[in-house]
């Protein structure tokens, strides 16, 4: 029963860019009594935030474990916990980042919205964005990339997406800021053409990406009203 319990939870994704509580309490509602009691315990270590274990703190060796007592699906939900038990900032995240593991990695791309207020993580995003690993761009054009990362950065990330496969739906803000982007358009319709010439089919998020480019239209004037039968204008 319990492998199967965790071969359901695996098709299902934890929403990592809702409110820690919330998604504290999801996380919690997939775990079996074995792995909750870990979680807790992992989380109040790292509110207390101990002495190190060598030269890793207690709980860093916690992110490291989270995918052996959390399951695969739920481990990046478990270690954005962990991070923000630890009020880790960018220092920690960045050496994280550093010297963790492509999934120890993501959780930070995915713990930075919640983290960090400014730009001072953005090195990290930038890092992700020149890897081809498709899970890490995914996280790293989340929430904190949508408000920060220049338009030069962004639209490039966006191409990124279309070049790897990645879904565009992992864009955070993406209507927002590709609204009304003419320079995205025309970069967008260089892309289609040389797909095009090379004959090589064109992604359809490309399409849909395009249409967003397009500026907001404004409302139609009101239409006159019935003309006065004397001619007058009131």
């Known amino acids: 029963m319990r492998d199967a319990h965790h071969r359901?939870?695996?098709?299902?994704?934890l929403p990592l860019s809702d409110s820690l509580a919330d998604l504290r309490a999801t996380l919690t509602s997939r775990l079996d009594a074995s792995a909750r009691t870990w979680l807790a315990r992992a989380?109040?270590?790292?509110s207390a935030r101990p002495g190190t274990h060598g030269p890793i703190s207690a709980w860093e060796l916690r992110l490291a474990e989270a995918g052996r007592r959390c399951g695969p699906a739920r481990?990046?939900?478990?270690?954005?916990l962990i991070l923000h038990?630890?009020?880790?900032d960018t220092a920690d995240l960045?050496?994280?980042?550093d010297q963790g593991t492509a999934d120890e990695r993501r959780a930070v791309?995915?713990?930075?919205p919640h983290l960090v207020s400014g730009p001072d993580a953005l090195p990290l995003v930038e890092d992700a964005l020149r890897t081809n690993d498709t899970r890490l761009l995914a996280a790293a054009v989340g929430p904190y990339a949508a408000r920060h990362l220049d338009p030069h950065q962004w639209r490039h990330a966006?191409?990124?997406?279309?070049?790897t496969g990645v879904a565009v739906d992992h864009v955070a803000e993406l209507d927002r800021r590709a609204r009304g982007d003419a320079e995205l358009a025309r970069m967008l319709a260089d892309y289609a053409?040389?797909?095009?010439?090379?004959?090589?089919?064109?992604?359809?998020?490309?399409?849909r990406v395009l249409a967003l480019t397009e500026p907001a239209t404004s409302s139609p004037p009101p239409s006159p009203g019935p003309a006065d039968p004397h001619g007058k204008e009131s």
């Open 8 to 13: 359901r939870d695996d098709a299902a994704s």
């Open 43 to 46: 989380l109040d270590e790292a």
């Open 75 to 80: 481990a990046d939900a478990a270690r954005v």
């Open 85 to 88: 038990a630890a009020r880790a």
């Open 94 to 97: 960045t050496r994280v980042y």
């Open 109 to 112: 791309l995915h713990a930075l």
């Open 158 to 163: 966006v191409l990124k997406c279309l070049f």
């Open 193 to 207: 053409a040389e797909r095009t010439a090379a004959d090589r089919p064109v992604p359809g998020d490309l399409h």
